[in-house]
């Protein structure tokens, strides 16, 4: 129902590359992204990294307009495909919010995810696109407590989230590192 395509639109600038595509979207659908991150409860303004928002439903650009610091609406039809594409600045390397370079990725959904009014409910896909991030001689991985759907053997491809917020309770961590994995009370764990 809520498709996110994550790719990395210039590793050197810090720049996500977001598309944003809501199924049966409503009329004057609006998105935002939350003020808030689990465990770190103090207003935060994600929103502020968020540039460059357009919209279309099939060939036709619709208007987005900001309403407040993390809200937007768009001009769009009901029940017709809506996309959105957006690009985050990603250059904060805490774990609150989210960070790229050409050696590492990292982000929280509540820093790249907009959330849909109305939909959060719902199923959530997250596809995250192995070439964008594959600096020259590295080979990127991927770390998520994300449900995997599709991916390749390190981790690229598409996640899904029972609904919005299991999406942004699972951070996303990608380059090239180690990791470990051991069974407990038969449970495969992951480090």
């Given at each position: 129902a809520?498709?996110?395509?994550?790719?990395a639109a210039d590793?050197?600038?810090?720049?996500?590359?977001?598309?944003l595509?809501?199924?049966?979207?409503?009329?004057g659908q609006?998105?935002?992204?939350p003020?808030?991150?689990?465990?770190?409860?103090?207003?935060?303004?994600?929103?502020?990294?968020?540039t460059?928002?357009?919209?279309?439903?099939?060939k036709?650009?619709?208007?987005?307009?900001q309403l407040?610091?993390?809200?937007w609406?768009?001009?769009?039809e009901?029940?017709?495909?809506l996309?959105l594409?957006y690009q985050?600045?990603?250059?904060?390397?805490?774990?609150?919010?989210?960070?790229?370079?050409?050696?590492?990725?990292?982000?929280?959904?509540?820093s790249?995810c907009?959330?849909?009014q109305?939909?959060?409910?719902?199923?959530?896909?997250?596809?995250?696109?192995?070439?964008?991030?594959q600096?020259k001689?590295t080979?990127?991985q991927?770390?998520t407590g994300?449900?995997?759907?599709k991916?390749?053997?390190?981790?690229?491809?598409?996640?899904?989230?029972?609904?919005?917020?299991?999406?942004v309770?699972?951070?996303?961590?990608m380059?090239?590192f180690?990791?470990?994995s051991?069974?407990?009370?038969?449970?495969e764990h992951?480090?």
């Amino acid at each position: 129902a809520v498709h996110y395509r994550v790719e990395a639109a210039d590793l050197h600038a810090h720049l996500y590359g977001v598309t944003l595509t809501i199924a049966q979207p409503e009329v004057g659908q609006r998105v935002s992204l939350p003020v808030w991150i689990a465990g770190s409860y103090m207003v935060r303004e994600f929103a502020k990294q968020i540039t460059g928002i357009r919209a279309h439903q099939g060939k036709h650009t619709v208007a987005v307009q900001q309403l407040d610091k993390a809200t937007w609406s768009v001009d769009c039809e009901a029940n017709t495909p809506l996309t959105l594409h957006y690009q985050v600045h990603a250059h904060d390397d805490s774990v609150r919010t989210a960070w790229l370079t050409p050696q590492r990725g990292f982000f929280n959904g509540t820093s790249l995810c907009l959330q849909v009014q109305g939909q959060a409910h719902m199923p959530h896909q997250l596809e995250l696109v192995a070439d964008t991030f594959q600096p020259k001689d590295t080979t990127w991985q991927v770390a998520t407590g994300l449900t995997s759907v599709k991916t390749d053997r390190q981790g690229f491809g598409t996640y899904v989230a029972a609904d919005y917020d299991e999406l942004v309770d699972c951070p996303v961590e990608m380059g090239n590192f180690w990791s470990g994995s051991f069974k407990a009370c038969g449970i495969e764990h992951r480090f």
